[in-house]
């Protein structure tokens, strides 16, 4: 399998601090995909960083992407309770097939 | 706004009943997917389809199926469902090329007893 992995698996915070998750992947990449799932419910796209990009910005949200190390992070700061949810990074596998293959995901707690 | 419904939210099925889920997207995406979500495994593929009537094994197709008849459309079918198939399953669709992001449905729960 070419799954990544996030660490850390489970995350607790209380508001208004950080949260950093980090994902490493296995292959050479394209791009490289964040996204978000609440509990219970489908995954939403968050943010897209190329192969070529190191950092990326969005909101509350910063991107990293080191390619050498093959692994990538994601930044929430000044977290808030509705940034409880699950994250998940995503690559595209290299086949040529338009598939994305997901980490296993953390799972950020941020309590008031 | 791209939507990509399942027609079923929540479903409860016996041992050994054929299964139908089914996914609907309406923004013309060639790609769609099947993907089944356990925890602590995240999101696995269970088959996709790139095109009508294609379709392409994912990581774990043992006991599922698929049909595409139409382009919007993305049946994941279990033949003889089994209690280990109990899961969340979400269905997906894409554009083509690789900036794209995938789009997913709600999910699926099966439970099967």
């Known amino acids: 399998s070419q799954q990544g992995e996030e660490d850390p698996q489970a995350l607790s915070i209380q508001e208004g601090e950080n949260a950093t998750m980090n994902c490493s992947y296995k292959?050479?990449?394209?791009?490289l995909q964040w996204y978000r799932q609440n509990s219970g419910r489908g995954l939403v796209h968050l943010i897209l960083i190329r192969s070529n990009e190191r950092e990326k910005h969005s909101g509350r949200l910063r991107v990293t992407l080191d390619t050498s190390k093959k692994s990538s992070s994601l930044l929430i700061t000044a977290s808030r309770a509705a940034d409880t949810a699950s994250y998940f990074c995503a690559t595209d596998d290299n086949t040529g097939f338009q598939k994305l293959v997901f980490g296993t995901g953390t799972r950020l707690l941020v309590s008031p | 706004d791209v939507k990509v419904t399942q027609s079923s939210r929540y479903l409860v099925k016996r041992t050994g009943e054929k299964v139908f889920l089914e996914c609907v997207q309406d923004m013309d995406h060639e790609n769609m997917f099947w993907y089944r979500q356990d925890p602590g495994l995240g999101l696995r593929l269970i088959y996709f389809?790139?095109?009508?009537?294609?379709?392409e094994k994912g990581d774990i197709p043992e006991g599922y199926s698929v049909s595409r008849e139409k382009k919007e459309r993305f049946s994941l079918i279990l033949e003889s469902a089994s209690t280990n198939q109990t899961s969340m399953y979400l269905c997906?669709?894409?554009?083509?090329?690789?900036?794209?992001?995938?789009?997913f449905g709600e999910g699926s729960w099966l439970t099967v007893v």
């Open positions: 997906a669709s894409r554009p083509p090329g690789l900036e794209h992001t995938i789009y």
């Open positions: 389809s790139y095109d009508v009537k294609m379709k």
């Open positions: 292959t050479s990449i394209n791009n």
